[in-house]
T-cell receptor, first 111, second 114 residues
Framework: KQEVTQIPAALSVPEGENLVLNCSFT??????LQWFRQDPGKGLTSLLL?????REQTSGRLNASLDKSSGRSTLYIAASQPGDSATYLC??????????FGDGTTLTVKP | NAGVTQTPKFQVLKTGQSMTLQCAQD?????MYWYRQDPGMGLRLIYY???????DKGEVPNGYNVSRLNKREFSLRLESAAPSQTSVYFC?????????????FGQGTRLTVV
């Protein structure tokens, strides 16, 4: 059974810092890995999708990497802003029908 | 472009009542999903539909039924609500021509069973 772990559970940083969020998974036979953002009381917003054959994806200040063999992904946020405060979730798809989610990392960026 | 639309946004039920959560997507996606999100438990898959006409159980299907009405719509029914079903429910969709595409989520339905 696929298990997905996100560490740390919570992170607080001052504005302007670069930071890394971690996601690890136990079964390396994945189709893809997707990073989401969730604001309080809202749905999930897709940030980046990395296919199993890819090593990284970039969107603006966000960069996600994938090391399938070691079962790890990181989400790098450059020059953090208070508006980046949210919970970040990673999800691993191991077959066409199912994704397993981590519990998320709650990020607070202080002005 | 609306994406994934869920109704209702909020609902309070009494124990034993029934209700149907509605979900529709306008992205021509093949696959649709229902999740529940609970504090400390993360997101758990209830049911999914890989394509029109098919449905399969996820991790926590007990107490729920689903219907894939057509390619756009996927509903979740609670036949006899229980307090343990108090949760936030999310519908998602993915896939156009490829099963490797990203998933998109609705805004959620906050359900309280008293």
């Amino acid at each position: 059974k696929q298990e997905v772990t996100q560490i740390p559970a919570a992170l607080s940083v001052p504005e302007g810092e670069n930071l890394v969020l971690n996601c690890s998974f136990t079964d390396s036979a994945i189709y893809n890995l997707q990073w989401f953002r969730q604001d309080p009381g809202k749905g999930l917003t897709s940030l980046l999708l990395i296919q199993s054959s890819q090593r990284e994806q970039t969107s603006g200040r966000l960069n996600a990497s994938l090391d399938k063999s070691s079962g790890r992904s990181t989400l790098y946020i450059a020059a953090s802003q208070p508006g980046d405060s949210a919970t970040y979730l990673c999800a691993v798809r191991t077959n066409a029908g199912k994704s397993t989610f981590g519990d998320g990392t709650t990020l607070t960026v202080k002005p | 472009n609306a994406g994934v639309t869920q109704t209702p946004k909020f609902q309070v039920l009494k124990t034993g009542q029934s209700m149907t959560l509605q979900c529709a997507q306008d992205m021509n996606h093949n696959s649709m999903y229902w999740y529940r999100q609970d504090p400390g438990m993360g997101l758990r898959l209830i049911y999914y539909s890989a394509s029109e006409g098919t449905t399969d159980k996820g991790e926590v299907p007990n107490g729920y039924n689903v219907s894939r009405l057509n390619k756009r719509e996927f509903s979740l029914r609670l036949e006899s609500a229980a307090p343990s079903q108090t949760s936030v429910y999310f519908c998602a969709s993915s896939g156009g021509q490829s099963k490797y595409t990203e998933a998109f989520f609705g805004q959620g339905t906050r359900l309280t069973v008293v």
